[in-house]
């Protein structure tokens, strides 16, 4: 059996989805070692994990695009931080290599500095993607601005035109900041952003299609293994068992993002619905909330142990958030703020799984429309959730991590080439 290190970059939205794989792997008789958000350290060596906690200097650089006034900006503050960890999540990966000798890597999408240092190691690795991957592809629209896919030859036109435009701003704010970490570790630079996506030997995409777009030009080493659903353990609040109503979960980013006007939004616009509405605080949000009769506001609370009962949940339009509430056949209202959630949101509208409203346009009466409008999509909600169970979820994921990196088949480790259209 094979010894397997997993870094995650500092976000909670990104190791609980990993969480489940990396269960999976060691019951299969694999050793796990970790290295985490500090806070997670202890529960996640419940898991049976050797864990440790990442650079101290990794966590202390957090987001900021919350600040921007225009996508661009906010584009440009989220690289900004990604660079800066980058330079302290190199070493820290390298080091945990040293310490620890494994067989394999399980590097986070979002852990730059990770990545490089993964590909300079030499030795078998993946990493895994729990928000849209920015893949430019004949079939679906240029990333970022949350459009919809093209339809007949006015739209094909569409994509023809914003894709270089689109793709050249990120790539523009990006790709000096991919391959500083590149250089760093005196690997060759990227000719494009998406080409980060095809130099490791697997990715492990937690999403599946038609959640995600389908497309004919996915790169070999994508597998789609679902949202890979996960909560800690927790007991229910005992006001639970008392709500007789339909319930609506309301919640917002892990990671700050001054989103918690969305809380106060659903609380006024559903204050005199036929509903309990259970909220849950935002990422360090210190905003005092005015909560209706039949609302329930947590710090903390798994969503799981609402979405069982839940007829709907209003999210932000991160991606974890909302594909655990479709996972379990739950409509969503998603109210984009930035980050991907613009396309999250578009997903979930074209998906027929629920309805957009953008935050720029977040106000009581519209948000109740959109709710409303949402709780009747119960049936596309189910159809995704099947589609997402029908990717195999861990289990498929660590199919995929131990037939393409340990057990040295023909394919295990390709270096796929980019395909830009």
């Keep these: 059996m094979a010894r397997i290190l997993a870094y995650t970059s500092p976000a909670r939205g990104h190791l609980f989805p990993l969480t489940p794989i990396l269960d999976e792997l060691r019951r299969r008789g694999h050793q796990i070692a970790l290295r985490t958000i500090a806070s997670q350290v202890s ?68 852990s730059w500095g990770g990545l490089a240092a993964a590909e300079a190691w030499g030795g078998p690795w993946a990493t895994f993607c729990p928000y849209p991957l920015a893949l430019r592809s004949a079939d679906a629209p240029p990333f970022g601005l949350g459009l919809p896919p093209a339809r007949g030859p006015l739209g094909r036109l569409r994509d023809r035109l914003l894709r270089p435009l689109v793709l050249g701003t990120i790539e523009k704010t990006m790709l000096p900041a991919l391959n500083d970490a590149r250089a760093r570790l005196s690997l060759a630079p990227l000719g494009a952003v998406d080409e980060m996506f095809y130099r490791p030997p697997l990715v492990l995409y937690m999403t599946a299609e038609p959640f995600e777009y389908p497309r004919r030009d996915w790169p070999e080493n994508v597998v789609m293994v679902g949202p890979c659903d996960w ?64 609302a329930h506001l947590e710090r903390f609370l798994p969503h799981g142990l609402v979405l069982n009962r839940a007829v709907c949940a209003v999210t932000h339009g991160g991606m974890g958030a909302t594909q655990k509430a479709l996972a379990h056949g739950v409509p969503v209202c998603a109210v984009p703020f930035g980050r991907d959630q613009l396309e999250v949101a578009r997903r979930v509208e074209i998906a027929g799984a629920g309805t957009r409203l953008p935050a720029s346009h977040l106000r009581a009466d519209l948000l109740r429309q959109k709710v409303r409008e949402a709780m009747t999509k119960a049936e596309g909600a189910r159809r995704i959730a099947a589609a997402f169970g029908a990717t195999g979820g861990p289990a498929a994921a660590a199919n995929a991590f131990e037939s393409r990196l340990l057990a040295g088949q023909p394919g295990a480790s390709p270096r796929a080439q980019p395909a830009h259209q």
């Design 231 to 294: 909560d800690p353990p927790a007991d229910a609040p005992a006001w639970l068992d008392d709500i007789t109503r339909p319930i609506v979960l309301v919640t917002t980013s892990s990671e700050f993002q001054d989103d918690g006007r969305l809380i106060q939004a659903a609380f006024d616009a559903l204050a005199n619905e036929p509903v309990e509405i259970v909220a849950t605080l935002p990422a360090g949000d210190p905003t005092r909330f005015q909560a209706p009769a039949n």
């Design 43 to 110: 529960l996640m060596r419940t898991r049976g994990f050797e864990t440790a906690p990442i650079s101290e200097q990794v966590e202390a650089i957090e987001l900021e695009d919350w600040h921007a006034h225009n996508s661009r900006e906010a584009l440009g503050l989220s690289v900004r931080a990604f660079c800066a960890r980058a330079r302290y999540d190199a070493p820290d990966l390298r080091q945990a290599i040293a310490d620890e000798h494994p067989d394999a890597l399980l590097v986070d999408i979002n």
